[in-house]
């Protein structure tokens, strides 16, 4: 959709050799999940938008692939979509993952829903990289969930 299929599947190599485990089809959801979240960050620049831990994944392989992320990020027409990696699983926010899969669909998809849960959640897939976080196109630190008072 938004890479040729050679890059596409180079991508989901990428995915396979950082998680041996992991069929190849599982793979490929991943990295068309990262290739719509780096879309609807290019096409929203500091709206506050974040992958799942499990999208996460597909954004590192297409990062790896860095001529042609530089070349899908100035072919979106939007802002670069930089990364900056943390792991912090309280940072988690349900509603900066809903406002994602909102932007997402604004722009003609639909989120699979099943690859956009909380970090924790590895039940579907396990994935390589300790990575939940917020990069630049989001919101910066991300708010962590606010914890219930007791009376």
Known sequence: MLITDERFE????????????????MAGRIVEEGLKFVAACSANPGVGLAPSRIVDEGWHALILHTAMYAELCERLGGAFVHHYPGWDPTHYDPEIL?????????LGWTADSELWGPPSDETLVSVAANCQHAPECTIRPMPKPETPQTP
């Open 10 to 25: 180079s991508c989901r190599k990428t995915v396979l050799d950082g998680n041996p485990n992991m069929d190849s089809e």
């Open 98 to 106: 809903d406002r994602t899969r909102e932007k997402i669909a604004a």
